[in-house]
């Protein structure tokens, strides 16, 4: 399957602003309990289409930064 990036886009459901609200604070809690990524997993998932890893170690820091 070879689609561009606006025709996925289009497929994806709009959120309601209750759910956008929801899913902010749900990545807030993430953030706040130290579930990240690191940045070169985050580069991967993005430019890649690596599935990305739970960084287990804590947060982001400057040695995770490409």
């Not at 956008?20 to 070169?40: F, M, N, P, Y």
Request: charged fraction near 25%; glycine fraction near 8%.
């Amino acid at each position: 399957m070879d689609q561009s990036d606006r025709d996925l886009i289009t497929c994806v459901p709009e959120l309601s602003d209750e759910e956008k609200h929801q899913q902010t604070l749900a990545g807030l809690a993430d953030v706040e309990a130290g579930r990240t990524i690191s940045h070169a997993q985050l580069m991967a998932w993005a430019w890649l289409g690596l599935k990305p890893v739970f960084n287990s170690a804590g947060p982001i820091t400057d040695g995770d930064r490409a």
